[in-house]
């Protein structure tokens, strides 16, 4: 179980906020573009600001936001 501070709160993360959190940062693995700068992790959803750097992805197509959101979901 993880816990972070939230406005002098203590929050804790029960199994599936630490899965959901684990899966969030497998995304910038995945797609080495993407940078999570900040999210926040709800009961039911989770917000978060993608920073995508501005390089050149190669041979292959640059993956789309919606590639990204997907690949999480």
């Not at 029960?14 to 684990?22: I, K, M, Q, V, Y």
């Not at 992805?57 to 919606?66: D, L, Q």
Request: a negative charge; proline letters at 5%.
């Amino acid at each position: 179980m993880s816990k972070v501070e939230v406005g002098g709160l203590i929050v804790l993360f029960g199994a599936t906020g630490d899965l959901a959190e684990r899966q969030l940062y497998l995304l910038e693995e995945r797609f080495p573009l993407l940078k999570i700068d900040q999210y926040i992790i709800m009961p039911n959803h989770i917000h978060a600001i993608f920073i995508i750097k501005n390089e050149t992805a190669g041979a292959s197509p640059r993956p789309t936001i919606m590639d990204m959101v997907c690949a999480y979901k």
